[in-house]
T-cell receptor
Framework: GENVEQHPSTLSVQEGDSAVIKCTYS??????FPWYKQELGKRPQLIID?????GEKKDQRIAVTLNKTAKHFSLHITETQPEDSAVYFC?????????FGAGTTVTVRA | NAGVTQTPKFQVLKTGQSMTLQCAQD?????MSWYRQDPGMGLRLIHY???????DQGEVPNGYNVSRSTTEDFPLRLLSAAPSQTSVYFC????????????FGQGTRLTVV
């Protein structure tokens, strides 16, 4: 099955700085890569996604990049704000199944 | 439009007991799934369904059963609860299997003692 590795496990950034989370996947057949944000005690929330035929996608302060050859994809958050503090999960879809990374706890320091 | 409704929110079971976690969506989504979330492990797929009458196993199906008799409902049954099933469970749905799970239920925190 698909194996998704996510780094780092924790990330602390100063407000206004950028945050980058990286994920790798194992199965080259995976073709859809969503990112989720989960605040403490809440349900996961889809924040951005990218398909395998696209190299980069941006939505305001959030961007994702995908390198199919290297089988890795990244989440970039610019101009971080306190409300960006949460756990972020990457995921990869292979066939009907979604496999998640272990998560990155992001803390934005004021 | 309620989205994905998941019940109960909290549950404590004794080892060996059975129970059903309920999940319903009112968006006519074809694809529904169940995940468990454990500390440091992200979400792991238990079972999924691509439409009424069709279910299949995910990554960690042992000890769980599902059925999909209608498009709206996708209950998860624990046959004989074990302490290893202590976890937070999420139901999710999307309009088709090709789309990511965009709608999650509120979650069920299950403790098996």
């Amino acid at each position: 099955g698909e194996n998704v590795e996510q780094h780092p496990s924790t990330l602390s950034v100063q407000e206004g700085d950028s945050a980058v989370i990286k994920c790798t996947y194992s199965d080259s057949a995976s073709n859809y890569f969503p990112w989720y944000k989960q605040e403490l005690g809440k349900r996961p929330q889809l924040i951005i996604d990218i398909r395998s035929n696209v190299g980069e996608k941006k939505d305001q302060r959030i961007a994702v990049t995908l390198n199919k050859t290297a089988k890795h994809f990244s989440l970039h958050i610019t101009e971080t704000q306190p409300e960006d503090s949460a756990v972020y999960f990457c995921a990869a879809r292979n066939d009907y199944k979604l496999s998640f990374g272990a998560g990155t706890t992001v803390t934005v320091r004021a | 439009n309620a989205g994905v409704t998941q019940t109960p929110k909290f549950q404590v079971l004794k080892t060996g007991q059975s129970m059903t976690l309920q999940c319903a969506q009112d968006m006519n989504h074809e694809y529904m799934s169940w995940y468990r979330q454990d500390p440091g492990m992200g979400l792991r797929l238990i079972h999924y369904s691509v439409g009424a009458g069709i279910t299949d196993q995910g990554e960690v199906p042992n000890g769980y059963n599902v059925s999909r008799s209608t498009t709206e409902d996708f209950p998860l049954r624990l046959l004989s609860a074990a302490p290893s099933q202590t976890s937070v469970y999420f139901c999710a749905s999307s309009y088709s299997w090709g789309a990511p799970e965009a709608f999650f239920g509120q979650g069920t925190r299950l403790t098996v003692v």
